[in-house]
């Protein structure tokens, strides 16, 4: 533990200014950071640059390998797979944080209910979590989709009614994780001699909650977010790997994913690049977590 | 003379257990006026602690509960206020400083920030000014380079730094009561003898009173002008701080005296420091009669068939106990 005042120290280190600090001293999240902003980055405007249709069709260069007017080769169709993983990786990386952002925000409401409330709404929130992690959520999420598809599809459109459904359903799957977290956190936060502390100098149950037990309670969600999104882009691949995704003329990391499987042997490529980047999307995601949760921790020497 | 500034008469304060009523507190009365320190001793388990937290009400209510008593703050019941109203009075009127500096403070907000948010609940002043006002509390309470301070973390303090944060914040509103809870037990030392002059200090500033709850005789004697003795509950005896040090009249305190160590007695005649035999009773349904009886080495037949009450023994002198009239 630090005794003396740091020397570098101006009166104007906000937390933002400290928080970055400390982050850039965790080389992999920084690495992290960077790939991931490139990925976005790429996605957002590698359409704009990149302009080859998604779904032109040319039978005369069936599943070529990289090359110069295909630097990510074609598939089985002779579509581009570069403009496709480009356009795809919008999608599967939307999906990820929307789910993601579902899962926490659910996820934290009903921990910070069930550790404030305690006695029988904490045990009945606590029920309900457990049920859901009960459920076998594979059939679940398949028949869910089943059923309420067509429907979304038309209210919302074929593309924007299944992103709802697949983000609804997949963040309503993950929020269990980050209730219990909560929850954990909830208990044990509010018996701290600072919450006390604090409500001796008269501070509102509310501003107890939302003030000094919610901000000590979110590393751990920090993480288990980022771990959310990862999971959620898996499950985004899962779902569009066996067919119950987005359509199939629209590209997704884990429906170009399922279209390569059946040629492995003559075009690796195809599910390689895909492959890939979900895996560094998942891994970046996970470094920057771990290097947020860090940031974020004043307690932190580094 | 008016009314006391804080007057609890007859206050019984009990936990419900899956074992029964706990009696933490069975029948506390003392009064404490402006300005004044009061000293609040006890060993561990007699109700200091729940005493205190009864009037700040900070009590987790199940499974506490006040059963009989009063809290008069300036002639006021604050018993039957409800929560709103008893967060008014809450560091505005009534403050109080915790035993354990080091985990008092939220880890993740600046030392400027929570005082700054303590002065913001309660005075209608904007950021900058609640932020001067910080400093200039800071600065009370002797840290040293205050206008940098405020922006560093908790985790950048030490244990007797962040007591004088804890006394900055709970300062802040100019409260007429401190409430102090064992506020230099986590302390070592020589810190300990810093922040009683620290408290002392403040207090002749401010013009507050002072409760100064501690298990050590010794920091009593420095601070405190009255004493009250605490044990299983309820007061055994009461006196200005010289009186009880020169003659004490319960058994307990005589024995609490006793068994503060000296290092002029110990060297020269080289005795065992003195301890008092037993232990605290358990406050789970206690049985009638004086709560010491079972340690006392003066005990009687009528110790254990009635309560002796708290009374009046000399001007400012209160002793329960059934040996108090020579």
């Known amino acids: 533990m630090s005794g003396s005042i740091p020397a570098s120290r101006t009166a104007s280190g906000s937390l933002g200014a400290e928080a970055w600090r400390r982050f850039r001293r965790h080389r992999l999240a920084l690495a992290g950071a960077l790939i991931l902003g490139l990925m976005v980055l790429a996605v957002l405007a590698g359409p704009l640059v990149w302009q080859v249709p998604i779904n032109e069709i040319d039978f005369t260069a069936r599943l070529k390998g990289p090359s110069w007017r295909h630097p990510l080769g074609t598939d089985d169709l002779g579509q581009d797979l570069l403009a496709r993983v480009l356009y795809g990786g919008r999608i599967s990386l939307a999906v990820g944080f929307a789910a993601m952002l579902i899962a926490v925000v659910v996820g934290t409401i009903v921990g910070a209910v069930a550790g404030i409330a305690r006695g029988s709404?904490?045990?009945?929130?606590?029920?309900?979590?457990?049920?859901?992690?009960?459920?076998?959520?594979?059939?679940?999420?398949?028949?869910?989709?089943?059923?309420?598809?067509?429907?979304?599809?038309?209210?919302?459109?074929?593309?924007?009614?299944?992103?709802?459904?697949?983000?609804?359903?997949?963040?309503?799957?993950?929020?269990?994780?980050?209730?219990?977290?909560?929850?954990?956190?909830?208990l044990s936060l509010r018996e701290k001699e600072f919450v006390e502390a604090a409500r001796a100098l008269g501070a509102t149950p509310l501003r107890l909650v939302a003030r000094h037990i919610l901000p000590n309670s979110l590393?751990?969600?920090?993480?288990?977010?980022?771990?959310?999104?990862?999971?959620?882009?898996?499950?985004?691949?899962?779902?569009?790997f066996l067919g119950l995704g987005f359509p199939p003329d629209i590209p997704t990391w884990g429906r170009i994913l399922y279209d390569a499987k059946d040629h492995l042997d003559v075009a690796p490529h195809w599910a390689m690049i895909p492959g890939g980047a979900i895996f560094l999307a998942v891994l970046s995601i996970n470094y920057l977590g771990d290097g947020l949760r860090d940031a974020l921790d004043p307690r932190r020497v580094m | 003379m008016g009314a006391h500034l804080l007057e609890i008469r007859g206050l019984k304060t009990h936990f419900a257990t899956d074992e029964?009523?706990?009696?933490?507190?069975?029948?506390?009365?003392?009064?404490?006026?402006?300005?004044?320190?009061?000293?609040?001793?006890?060993?561990?388990?007699?109700?200091?602690?729940?005493?205190?937290?009864?009037?700040?009400?900070?009590?987790?209510?199940?499974?506490?509960?006040?059963?009989?008593?009063?809290?008069?703050?300036?002639?006021?019941?604050?018993?039957?206020?409800?929560?709103?109203?008893?967060?008014?009075?809450?560091?505005?009127?009534?403050?109080?400083?915790?035993?354990?500096?080091?985990?008092?403070?939220?880890?993740?907000?600046?030392?400027?920030?929570?005082?700054?948010?303590?002065?913001r609940l309660h005075e209608r002043v904007g950021r900058r000014a609640a932020l001067d006002k910080t400093v200039e509390m800071l600065k009370l309470v002797h840290i040293s380079h205050p206008e940098r301070r405020v922006h560093d973390y908790p985790h950048e303090f030490s244990g007797g730094m962040r007591q004088r944060v804890m006394i900055a914040m709970a300062l802040s509103c100019k409260p007429k009561l401190l409430i102090a809870?064992?506020?230099?037990?986590?302390?070592?030392?020589?810190?300990?003898a810093q922040?009683?002059?620290?408290?002392?200090?403040?207090?002749?500033?401010?013009?507050?009173?002072?409760?100064?709850?501690?298990?050590?005789?010794?920091?009593?004697?420095?601070?405190?002008?009255?004493?009250?003795?605490?044990?299983?509950?309820?007061?055994?005896?009461?006196?200005?701080?010289?009186?009880?040090?020169?003659?004490?009249?319960?058994?307990?305190?005589?024995?609490?005296?006793?068994?503060?160590?000296?290092?002029?007695?110990?060297?020269?005649?080289?005795?065992?420091?003195?301890?008092?035999?037993?232990?605290?009773?358990?406050?789970?349904?206690?049985?009638?009669?004086?709560?010491?009886?079972?340690?006392?080495?003066?005990?009687?037949?009528?110790?254990?068939?009635?309560?002796?009450?708290?009374?009046?023994?000399?001007?400012?002198?209160?002793?329960?106990?059934?040996?108090?009239?020579p």
């Open chain 1, 219 to 240: 590393g751990p969600v920090i993480v288990a977010g980022t771990i959310d999104v990862a999971l959620a882009i898996i499950a985004e691949s899962t779902l569009s």
């Open chain 2, 181 to 192: 809870d064992e506020p230099t037990t986590a302390l070592d030392v020589t810190i300990q």
């Open chain 2, 20 to 119: 029964g009523m706990v009696h933490a507190v069975d029948g506390v009365d003392l009064a404490l006026d402006r300005g004044e320190t009061l000293g609040v001793v006890g060993e561990s388990g007699c109700g200091k602690s729940v005493t205190a937290l009864s009037v700040m009400r900070l009590l987790a209510m199940p499974p506490a509960r006040i059963v009989a008593g009063e809290i008069l703050w300036q002639g006021r019941d604050l018993v039957p206020l409800d929560a709103e109203a008893m967060r008014a009075i809450r560091a505005k009127e009534i403050a109080m400083v915790f035993q354990e500096p080091m985990t008092s403070l939220n880890p993740v907000y600046t030392i400027g920030e929570q005082i700054a948010e303590v002065i």
């Open chain 2, 195 to 325: 922040i009683l002059e620290l408290l002392g200090e403040l207090k002749d500033r401010f013009g507050m009173a002072v409760m100064l709850i501690t298990h050590a005789m010794g920091v009593i004697a420095e601070t405190a002008q009255r004493v009250v003795v605490m044990y299983a509950g309820k007061v055994v005896e009461e006196a200005p701080v010289r009186e009880l040090f020169s003659e004490p009249r319960h058994p307990y305190t005589q024995g609490l005296i006793r068994s503060i160590p000296r290092i002029d007695t110990a060297a020269a005649r080289k005795t065992r420091l003195e301890a008092i035999a037993g232990v605290v009773p358990s406050l789970l349904e206690p049985a009638p009669g004086c709560r010491f009886a079972p340690r006392c080495p003066f005990v009687r037949a009528e110790c254990t068939a009635r309560t002796p009450p708290l009374r009046e023994i000399g001007p400012g002198h209160k002793l329960a106990c059934v040996l108090g009239s």
């Open chain 1, 121 to 186: 709404v904490d045990a009945a929130l606590m029920w309900l979590t457990d049920l859901f992690l009960a459920l076998p959520q594979l059939p679940l999420l398949l028949l869910i989709i089943y059923l309420f598809r067509d429907a979304l599809r038309a209210l919302a459109g074929p593309e924007a009614g299944m992103f709802v459904l697949i983000v609804a359903v997949i963040g309503g799957f993950r929020w269990m994780p980050v209730t219990r977290l909560v929850r954990a956190q909830f």
